[in-house]
């Protein structure tokens, strides 16, 4: 409804903070299945920071480009991860994330801003280190499942090859 009724302007309600408008968003970071696995990972006190949406549309051109979360999130620490929920079943035809295994062993590394518009990050950030296609590991999911990066960990995703759309939170 809030695409339907809002167009634009309910996309970027979505995309960054989406809890603050959807109930049922600030739910689910609190489902305990999530808070489970990631207080098995992190411990028992966690705290919440945001919610983003990458929704691609079906044959769109929409990409997230090789970078790793904590270069832009501005904070002091890198001990903490991205959860990751599929809303939608993530599949290589419809620009699921891919990783690049062991890569936040590398520490932080130099990121430049594209500004490119199929970007779906806010400035384009990208790696500035060459990614070997035959390393990434894709993140397949069926809708409601999750995934747990570090922050250091590069990772990215192509564009929707098919008809059918993505979105996860």
């Not at 049922?24 to 411990?43: Q, T």
């Not at 480009?65 to 599929?86: F, N, R």
């Not at 939608?88 to 890569?103: I, L, Q, T």
């Not at 069926?142 to 990215?156: D, F, K, Q, T």
Request: some cysteine; aromatic content about 6%; glycine content about 8%.
């Amino acid at each position: 409804d809030l695409l339907a009724n809002h167009g634009e302007t309910g996309r970027e309600v979505l995309r960054h903070k989406g809890h603050v408008a959807l109930a049922w968003l600030a739910e689910l970071v609190r489902h305990p299945a999530i808070i489970e696995a990631v207080s098995h990972i992190l411990g028992p006190d966690i705290l919440w920071r945001t919610t983003n949406f990458f929704i691609k549309e079906p044959r769109s051109p929409g990409f997230v480009s090789w970078h790793q979360d904590a270069t832009y999130w501005g904070l002091s620490s890198d001990e903490m991860l991205t959860a990751w929920v599929a809303l939608s079943d993530s599949r290589p035809e419809n620009g699921c994330m891919g990783f690049v295994p062991g890569s936040h062993q590398l520490r932080q590394v130099p990121h430049h801003d594209t500004f490119d518009p199929d970007n779906l990050l806010t400035r384009g950030q990208e790696i500035e280190v060459e990614v070997d296609p035959g390393s990434v590991v894709d993140v397949v999911l069926r809708a409601g499942e999750m995934s747990l990066h570090h922050v250091l960990m590069v990772h990215g995703s192509g564009p929707v090859a098919e008809s059918s759309s993505s979105s996860s939170s």
